[in-house]
């Protein structure tokens, strides 16, 4: 156990300074792959390379606003219930949710936990659940679709319906993903009605089989 938790700790701390120094060398790594590739080809990827890294940029972007207005709504709400350390639950909130779910599952446990300890079971704690409720519908149904898919450019549905697949696929990993995964089939969706019809996976691609056939005079 203590050695597990120091691991933790250590991964803690390392993962940050690993992410900068390739974040600092981003872009000769990004040459070193596109080195890799067959120089036909390499226009084509650098440019869908470049398209996916906006869109994750813009979804991160997206998820950091999002987070930060979770976190207002949620001090918001519990200092109007009464919570103690209203704001600070929204601040701990805000922080946690850049990853989808976690910083509103977080909001609600510390929120019911001071509300049980300064009032007890009553009508405070059902207040805490239905703001809770309130802002988990108001997060999955307009927040996220509208601001987290506009950063991307995809429709507020697309989102939708990429968060119920990934969540039914791969639960909790499929949530974080989502999203920029939706976003990247999209960049190649509008090549595929090109691309098939001249794959060897498209019927008749690559003509009759046995060779071009011979019409008798």
């Not at 499929?174 to 995964?181: C, E, F, R, S, T």
Request: charged fraction near 10%; hydrophobic fraction near 55%.
């Amino acid at each position: 156990g203590l050695t597990g938790t120091l691991g933790s700790l250590i991964g803690l701390l390392v993962v940050p300074v690993i992410t900068y120094y390739a974040l600092l060398e981003f872009d000769n790594i990004k040459a070193w792959f596109l080195k890799l590739v067959p120089v036909e080809y390499q226009e084509a990827v650098e440019a869908k390379v470049s398209l996916i890294n906006a869109l994750v940029a813009g979804f991160i972007r997206g998820q950091l606003i999002v987070a930060v207005l979770l976190g207002i709504l949620y001090a918001i709400g519990f200092s109007l219930i009464g919570i103690d350390m209203a704001i600070g639950i929204g601040m701990v909130a805000g922080m946690l949710g850049i990853i989808p779910y976690v910083g509103s599952a977080v909001a609600l446990a510390l929120a019911a936990g001071l509300c049980l300890l300064q009032y007890g079971v009553d009508l405070h704690l059902l207040f805490v659940v239905g703001w809770y409720a309130l802002i988990q519908t108001l997060e999955g149904l307009l927040l996220t679709p509208r601001i987290v898919g506009r950063s991307v450019g995809i429709h507020p549905v697309a989102v939708i319906v990429g968060l119920l697949i990934g969540g039914d696929l791969l639960g909790f990993l499929g949530l974080i993903v989502a999203v920029p995964v939706t976003a990247i089939a999209q960049v190649f969706a509008p090549d595929l009605p090109e691309a098939l019809p001249t794959s060897a996976l498209y019927p008749g691609a690559a003509g009759p089989p046995g060779g071009p056939q011979r019409i008798a005079p």
